[in-house]
């Protein structure tokens, strides 16, 4: 099976990448509590990580994908983990459109997550995903470590948080400790924050 190599996402490679998150996070416990309806589901989070995206290439993020759009991850660097002013403007629309009940739950997530961030310089994995038929192939590890190359270049550490507990052993392998854990109150998911040190700690 050949290594997948990654590459850079396109702007016309938004609409399926899009689909593609919306699959790989479909039963993901913070989008199942922040859109409970599986129907409704599919859609509202094809349309948000649409945006997601836009906003993401938009910032200059480090947003990369296979040759066959097989896997998408989204590194932000030191200068840009933190959302903007601007960002919250280009996301409200897609935001909005999740409901009032996805929207008070994601500022309350926000304020759990964004307090707890590492303050210090480090490269932000925020996003990674691998199309559930194309799992196993090593589409997650490729994306992981080409962001980790571009850290390990900088001197840096990595950061990142999963709210799926068997993800921990998958990011463990790649480095990443867990720094610490949290449950989002009101009923929401558990959350493992993990830390990669800088390449010569």
């Known amino acids: 099976m050949p290594v997948p190599v990654p590459r850079p996402v396109s702007r016309d490679e938004v609409g399926p990448l899009s689909a593609l998150l919306a699959r790989a996070f479909h039963e993901d416990p913070i989008w199942a509590w922040l859109q409970p309806d599986p129907g409704r589901r599919p859609r509202k989070l094809e349309k948000f990580f649409a945006a997601l995206l836009r906003n993401n290439l938009t910032r200059g993020d480090l947003v990369l994908t296979t040759e066959d759009l097989a896997g998408v991850?989204?590194?932000r660097s030191p200068a840009t983990w933190r959302e903007t002013n601007k960002d919250v403007v280009r996301l409200t629309p897609a935001t909005l459109r999740m409901g009032p009940r996805a929207v008070r739950r994601l500022l309350r997530l926000a304020r759990e997550v964004e307090p707890r961030h590492p303050r210090e310089h480090?490269?932000?994995?925020?996003?990674l995903a691998s199309d559930?038929?194309?799992?196993?192939?090593?589409?997650?590890s490729a994306l992981i470590r080409a962001?980790?190359?571009r850290s390990g270049h900088d001197g840096l550490p990595a950061y990142l948080e999963t709210e799926t507990e068997s993800n921990v052993a998958f990011y463990s392998r790649h480095g990443f400790g867990v720094k610490e854990t949290l449950v989002v109150p009101g009923g929401g998911p558990r959350l493992w924050l993990l830390w990669r040190p800088e390449p010569h700690a």
């Open 73 to 75: 991850a989204v590194w």
């Open 147 to 149: 962001g980790l190359e």
């Open 132 to 140: 559930p038929p194309a799992q196993g192939r090593g589409i997650g």
């Open 122 to 127: 480090h490269w932000y994995l925020a996003v």
